[in-house]
């Protein structure tokens, strides 16, 4: 929150001297070329720039940021939490694990209480995106989406539900369903 207001300062201080001075236009900044994140090109830069400092502290240096973006995950409207994708290379393929970091902490979406890894999803799962949905009185639910294989079933996608409780976000709910094709 205090980045923000700084940055916000800043930029307000940047207007300010381009009134004060009739006829010259201030230095446009550079944006990065190409998208700064595949799965989200349109993440500001200084979100950006958390969400690859979460990955190497979290993941280390084999770690790769999948997907990050700031979101509304406690409450309505106040886009104060950064989701953070991140995947690391395993026996089976790769681990993904998902944080939100809000406020100075980082809090963890964990897929089995009982894993020592703290998954997102169970290993061998792929992520495929995020999405939230919006409840009266409640808190959002941030859903999480895997690609995985049921041997049955075939290529499936799992969908687990997390909600914020005041202190975590714990899983309230999971499903498997075919594949969007």
């Not at 190409?34 to 958390?50: R, V």
Request: glycine share 8%.
């Amino acid at each position: 929150m205090a980045r923000l207001i700084k940055l916000l300062f800043v930029l307000a201080l940047s207007f300010a001297a381009a009134l004060a001075t009739p006829g010259q236009t201030p230095p446009v900044s550079q944006a990065p070329a190409g998208p700064l994140l595949k799965t989200n090109p349109k993440i500001a830069l200084p979100d950006f720039e958390s969400a690859k400092a979460e990955t190497l502290a979290s993941g280390g240096e084999q770690a790769e940021l999948i997907y990050a973006a700031r979101i509304d995950a406690v409450e309505r409207g106040t886009y104060d939490s950064l989701i953070v994708v991140y995947a690391k290379p395993s026996k089976t393929g790769r681990d993904h694990f998902a944080v939100i970091l809000r406020e100075g902490q980082k809090l963890p979406l964990i897929a089995d209480k009982k894993d020592k890894l703290a998954r997102a999803f169970p290993s061998g799962d792929k992520y495929l995106r995020m999405g939230l949905r919006h409840e009266e009185g409640k808190a959002p639910l941030v859903r999480l989406m895997a690609a995985t294989r049921d041997p049955q079933k075939g290529e499936q996608q799992r969908n687990l539900d997390f909600q914020f409780n005041g202190s975590e976000f714990v899983l309230v709910g999971e499903s498997l369903m075919p594949l969007p094709r």
